[in-house]
């Protein structure tokens, strides 16, 4: 891949953090969107000789967004690929979700990635070639039943997936979803994979074990290399087969 300026939103730990790492290893210029520190992720990408600019910035206030991106754009002269990946997965069941929780969910989950991918579209643009990469999650096939709100916001981020692809398209610019399973991220394991949760999700799986962040990297890779240009609208499901899509 030649050298792609990107961002990745929720950079700081997780599947963010792997990402941010993984692009930087293929020469991109990074910068990460994060309301925590970032400093792991950014010694991580420079002792392997990497670039990586620390933003902090909370991706559901506009115009800290309209700054950050700006930000990125003069620090490294452009800007060419959007990794959507800041998100909250809460378990709550349905009957105990209030209207906050729902609100707090669909506005990290929903808004962020509008609100980056919109400040961000016109460097793509400018640049005729991008790469939109919306984090969601294999619960838009499972349904899982205390993951309602959580599946609506991924649900909905499949859907702007497709449109955006439709509306940028003839812009060079692809827009794609990678749908991870239950992975071994510190916020799963303290959540969703806490009390069993990884027993119940690796049964479902056609691979028997858990997954992990590096088994995303090489779909986040495909999706944005140079020759993936035809790729678009897509939502790539990588969960050791619990949903066969
Ligand atoms: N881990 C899993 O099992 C799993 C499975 C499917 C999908 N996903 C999705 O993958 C993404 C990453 O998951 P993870 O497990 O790495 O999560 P994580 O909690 O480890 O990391 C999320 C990052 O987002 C940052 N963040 C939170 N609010 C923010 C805000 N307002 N502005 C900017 N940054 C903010 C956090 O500080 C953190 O660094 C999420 O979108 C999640 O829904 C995760």
Redesign the pocket.
């Known amino acids: 891949m030649s050298p792609r300026v990107a961002v990745i939103?929720?950079?700081?730990?997780?599947?963010?953090?792997e990402f941010a790492v993984a692009l930087a290893g293929r020469g991109c210029p990074v910068a990460g969107?994060?309301?925590?520190d970032?400093s792991v992720t950014q010694k991580r990408i420079e002792d392997a000789g990497g670039s990586f600019l620390p933003v902090p910035?909370?991706?559901?206030?506009e115009t800290s967004v309209r700054a950050a991106v700006t930000t990125v754009a003069d620090y490294f002269g452009g800007l060419h690929i959007v990794v959507?990946?800041?998100?909250?997965?809460p378990p709550i069941l349905f009957e105990d979700t209030t209207l906050d929780d729902w609100h707090r969910i669909l506005r990290?989950?929903l808004d962020?990635p509008f609100l980056v991918t919109r400040a961000a579209l016109p460097h793509l643009r400018a640049a005729s070639w991008g790469r939109v990469v919306n984090?969601?999650?294999?619960?838009v096939f499972l349904g899982p039943p205390d993951l309602v709100a959580?599946t609506t916001s991924?649900a909905g981020l499949v859907g702007f997936t497709r449109a955006l692809a439709t509306a940028v398209g003839a812009d060079g610019i692809t827009v794609n979803a990678i749908?991870?399973?239950?992975?071994?991220?510190?916020?799963?394991i303290a959540t969703?994979?806490a009390d069993g949760g990884f027993d119940r999700v690796r049964a479902l799986q056609a691979v028997p074990r858990t997954?992990r962040?590096e088994d995303l990297i090489s779909t986040l890779l495909y999706v944005c290399d140079e020759g993936s240009g035809f790729l678009t609208g897509q939502t790539i499901n990588v969960d050791g087969g619990s949903a066969r899509h």
Do not use: H
């Open positions: 939103t929720g950079a700081a730990r997780g599947l963010g953090q969107f994060d309301i925590a970032q910035v909370d991706v559901t206030d959507n990946n800041a998100g909250i997965f990290l989950n962020g984090i969601v999650s294999a619960v959580y991924k749908a991870p399973g239950l992975t071994a991220t510190e916020t799963a969703t994979g997954e962040p």
